[in-house]
């Protein structure tokens, strides 16, 4: 116990309490944790497994398929284990915790935490796909109803939610233009595949691993496709054009009734990758576009969360001639029940296990369904301005430029370039990057090939209260400031993070590499012991 | 015109008139219609969508789910015997912990510096499935099982140069649907059928395939679609090899704490689904893929997923992390890298890895000798049972296994009487064959509960 003090007085200067910095001060959490190798000791225990009953014989393993060294996991107590993984999420900056919009392209929202709580939910995490189909109404109405969802959303007359993810839909849309083509005997013929530079990488490698040959278009002088490049590269090998629209850049491409128009006269199918559906939700389609397959990356535009990386959930959406090669099975409704239907001869067959990725497809249905019409389209209009009042504010700042489309708006992102900054101070758009993560926010640079110089591109999407602009566009300013005024800071960035720079040198190198704890220690301890 | 206009909603915080109105006098705007000017009339949806109207309320949208979800019954409910390819095991409180933590569950593609976290646990899963698998690289986890068992092929075929695939083991028809679509281009598939009496591959008639020669690879899959671990799955490996082929296994990683992993009888490159180490059932949305492979540059070079390395920081003593030969990549190469690569199914990795560490060589052991020990056991019972053989006597069995009914009634209307008893299971895989799965979760009893069911219907 400490003695009890009478307070000493206070003068109202010593009690001045300071308002808090401009700019947030940050430190990442730095356990110093080690590799979950080096914890733990023999014969620990984090769970155990329930035994057969006394009077169950044990089974014998025939000697070769026996295993015969007990594998070198860890043994750890289960504190341990939860403890360790959960300093690990405490060196993890997930979107809940900061203002995501430097993740342009991917379409960073808030993911409600109460569509987590449904998945959650033994009734969803707890159902088997074999079970029978009344035991499942529930899930399968679901999955039913974000499919009509989804019809309405792109104006497309069929939906298949089967694919796992953007790219696994953008290959199922492949896929299916494949098989139309496979079944009109054309294939050999159609054996091109037009894209655009600035979609994602996936269109190009989709196509290309369903056999297809890929031809790129590059921008013309203002960024938008080239129109003579794709009247060009059209003609009878045309299978199909793939396309974004916005594009990467957050510039609408004005023409695009007209690209459609020119590979439906070539005999082409075209195919619209709405990864940046966000920012057109409820203002223009897929339908009225013209375009005959679309996809959608439900963990971007309907906000389940990304997960590090997935799992994540795509949806197709095709038009009346292209439904006869949706995945199998799709869901069908009678008026009263639903089920599965596997009897599609034409289908391109399963594209996954089962359905889907349900647990997302649950939350992207519970999304929609408490916004409506209305609230996709303040979604779409809100990020829209959100957009162009962050564009407002950082074009603001010495050394960001905003190249193409000069005096066009962008819609949903906008890729930036740096060039000028790193003309000046010899930083690059990455460093940029390792410095933003000091201010206790994630930014990435772009995808490659960089065809704008030193390139950023910021989503902000409609989940970010003008505040969270405001302080973002800060951050950046201020290391713009930096880069010009004390380059190292910048330089020898990040400061605050969990670590300091990797060298990546080793990554390349087969002599060095290391995937795992036991390549580690062979290659770079020399099988030295722990 | 600004449909949206007095629509606030909690998920859209500038969707208050006044933000939108200042915001908007900041840019200069008039309206936000300013920044569609490039979207033409033409192509205009000039309506409202048509959608149910919002359950604004998060207490509406709750309980309307709650009546969605009230017409499922789950497997918690009752007692379920079903398996084939999505598995019922404890999920342990501490994997749900972790994966449902906000900081992994709403990151994505961070750099190392500010998601050092994810890399780690990554890593560590790499690494734990490494030790399982006794080979030095697996993959950050592709979508399912089934992608990279496509993939696996498709390395295999880009070492080999070759064009047959041949697949020696009893395979699932949705696995087979999709390997060969995502082969097509450069592969033909062959299924050399199974030996009818012992449900394992045949020998002969695959040393006829491979005498044909231009086979890239042979397949198999350690249990089978039928459930068995063959045999002879270490004379494939001889098989394959000696005709210049690789030999790709896909398997359970549930079942290497007691039976040998793929790479011990001579696997080039092993696959699988991790959906049973820690990954809910979720109606068969929680399965996610790995690949491993011996450290062979030729072997790394094939691979298109993400595979996350250890390296050196700027400070000594710190454990770094990046990508490992990023240029492989689509994301690096576009359609010049290998097939591609996307968001996936990371965060199952993550609690896969969880799981791994919680369990360890023991009780991984443990989990493997008590299911061993039930398909066995359930095996027995069953083949008491008057109306029904199983099959395939002497195999060794993991999890899954298949009857015959030979009572006269089909397959369905007995998996529709078990249903009417509370009890999930029997799925058809002929008219009158199906398939049962019983995992550690079961007990004898509920084994017995099945037996006495079955005796009651079958005939």
Known sequence: ?530 | MTSSENFVHPYIPNSVPSVRQAMLEEIGAASIEDFYADIPAGIRLHRPLDLPAPLRSEAELTRHMEELLARNTSTRQVLSFLGSGCYQHHVPAVVDEVVNRSEFLTAYAGEPYEDHGRFQALWEYQSMMAELLDVEVVNVPVYDGFQAAGTALRMAGRVTGRRRVLVATAIDADKLSRIRDYVRPDHDVTVVPVDPETGSADLDALHQELAAGDTAAVYADAPSALGIVDSSLPRLAELAHGAGALYVVGCNPLTLGVLAPPSAYGADIACGDIQPLGIHQSFGGGNAGFIATRDEERLVAEYPSRLFGLAPTSVEGEYGFGDVAHERTSFALREEGKEWVGTAAALHGIGAGVYLALMGPRGMREIGDTILAHTAYARQCLAQVPGIEVPYGDALHFADFTVRYTGGRTAAEIRADLKERGIYGSVPTGEHEAAFCVTEVHSKADIDRLAAALEEIVK
């Open chain 1, 1 to 530: 116990m400490t003695a009890h003090h009478a307070p000493a007085p206070v003068s109202p200067e010593d009690a001045r309490i300071a308002p808090k910095p401009r700019l947030r001060r940050f430190q990442q959490a730095s356990w110093d944790e080690k590799l979950i190798f080096e914890l733990g000791s023999p014969g620990e225990r984090g769970v155990l497994v329930p035994a057969p009953d006394p009077s169950i014989a044990p089974v014998e393993i025939p000697p070769t398929l026996r295993r015969a060294a007990p594998p070198a996991l860890p043994e750890m107590s289960q504190q341990q284990v939860l403890r360790h993984y959960l300093r690990l999420s405490q060196e993890n900056l997930g979107a809940d915790l900061n203002i995501d919009v430097g993740q342009g392209t991917c379409t960073m929202k808030y993911s409600p935490k109460v569509n987590d709580q449904f998945v959650r939910d033994p009734r969803i995490a707890a159902l088997h796909p074999l079970q029978d189909e009344d035991t499942v109404q529930g899930v399968l109405g679901i999955i039913h109803s974000l499919e009509l969802l989804l019809k309405e959303i792109s104006g497309m007359d069929r939906v298949s939610l089967q694919p796992a993810a953007g790219s696994a839909a953008i290959y199922t849309n492949v896929a299916m233009i494949r098989a139309y083509f496979a079944a009109r005997g054309e294939l050999e013929q159609r054996d091109e595949v037009i894209t655009t530079i600035f979609s994602h990488p996936s269109n190009a490698a989709c196509a290309k691993t369903a056999g297809f040959k890929v031809i790129t278009l590059h921008p013309d002088a203002d960024g938008y496709p080239d129109i003579e490049a794709l009247k060009a590269a059209v003609g009878p090998r045309t299978a199909a054009l793939l396309i974004t629209n916005p594009e990467d850049t957050g510039i609408y491409n004005p023409r695009i009734e007209e690209f459609v128009r020119i590979v439906h006269e070539a005999g082409g199918l075209c195919s619209y990758d709405q990864a940046n559906a966000n920012g057109i939700l409820g203002i223009t389609r897929a339908r009225e576009a013209g375009f005959d397959l679309c996809h959608f990356n439900l963990h971007k535009t309907f906000s389940t969360p990304h997960a590090c990386g997935g799992p994540a959930a795509g949806a197709c959406a095709v038009r009346e001639e292209l439904a006869p090669y949706l995945p199998r099975p799709t869901v069908e409704f009678d008026g009263e029940r639903y089920r599965l239907d596997d009897d599609r001869p034409e289908s391109i067959g399963k594209m996954r296990p089962f359905y889907g990725v349900v647990p997302n497809l649950v939350r992207a249905y519970a999304w929609i369904m408490s916004l409506g019409a209305e609230g996709l389209r303040s979604a779409a209009e809100t990020a829209v301005l959100n957009n162009n009042y962050l564009l407002h504010k950082v074009r603001q700042i010495p050394g960001v430029s905003v190249p193409y489309a000069q005096g066009r708006p962008r819609v949903e992102q906008v890729r930036y370039s740096w060039q000028k900054l790193h003309e000046d101070t010899g930083l690059h758009s990455e460093d940029i990057g390792l410095r933003a993560a000091d201010f206790g926010t994630h930014y990435w640079t772009s995808h490659h090939p960089y065809l704008v110089p030193e390139p950023m591109t910021l989503e902000p999407t409609e989940s970010y209260t003008r505040d969270d602009l405001d302080e973002y566009a800060a951050i950046l300013a201020e290391i713009a400031r930096e880069a010009y005024e004390s380059p190292d800071t910048v330089r020898t960035a990040p400061h605050r993070s969990t670590i300091h720079r990797v060298r990546p040198e080793t990554l390349d190198d087969p002599a060095t590499w290391a995937v795992s704890w036991r390549a580690y220690r062979r290659k770079i301890l020399g099988g030295a012991a722990r």
